[in-house]
Structures are given as C-alpha cells and as structure tokens.
Nanobody
C-alpha cells in the first residue's frame, strides 16, 4: 500500500523559512512525477511545484525564486524548501505522487497534508 507522509509544517513569521518533506513508502510502480500542492481556507487546491522522473522541476509563478522542490533518493522523499515566506503562503500543503503501471495506466496518491501558517 502506497503511503505519503508529510512533515515540516508549522508557524513562521513573514520572511522566514520552512522545509517540508514527504516520504513515500510502498510504491512498486514507475514514478512519473512528484509534487506539492496547497489549499488555503475557502480556496481550491492549487499546484505549487513538481519534479519529474528526470529531475526537471516546475514552480508556479507565485513561488518562483522563493520555493525549491527537490528529491532525496536516499530517503525516497520529495522536499520543498520555502524561503521568504509570505502570509499568502498560509495553507495546508499536500504531497502528490504519480505513477504508471505496465499498461501506462496512471495512479495518483496524496499525503494527509501539513499546515503552514505565516504570520505578518
């Protein structure tokens, strides 16, 4: 059974930093991409950043230059380094894993979410 366990959220002042980590276990299929999404109160879940199997990254404009997604192969995790945090970054952050099987059918998994709160 695939499990994604996030950690690293918390309360930080504006301008501060946090590092989120998502450890994956139980995956036996081919990984295609991992990513971080966030959902603020009253808003839809939105993409923050992704990293594919080749290590190519994509960050949405609102976090470019401040957030960095990376993979730690030794820990089987995907991390999100968040610097220069702003109050508008406050949200629950979710880890996402995409895999495919031998027939190219896609499977999508989500973590339970970790709260990030940025005070002004």
């Amino acid at each position: 059974q695939v499990q994604l366990v996030e950690s690293g959220g918390g309360l930080v002042q504006a301008g501060g930093s946090l590092r989120l980590s998502c450890v994956v276990s139980g995956n036996r299929r081919t990984l295609t991409a991992m990513g971080w999404y966030r959902q603020a109160p009253g808003k839809q879940r939105e993409l923050v950043a992704t990293i594919n199997r080749a290590g190519d990254t994509n960050h949405v404009d609102s976090v470019k230059g401040r957030f960095t997604i990376s993979r730690d192969h030794a820990k089987n995790s995907v991390d999100l380094q968040m610097n220069s945090l702003k109050p508008e970054d406050t949200a629950v952050y979710f880890c996402n894993l995409r895999t495919i099987d031998w027939s190219a059918r896609e499977y999508v998994y989500w973590g339970q979410g970790t709260q990030v709160t940025v005070s002004s």
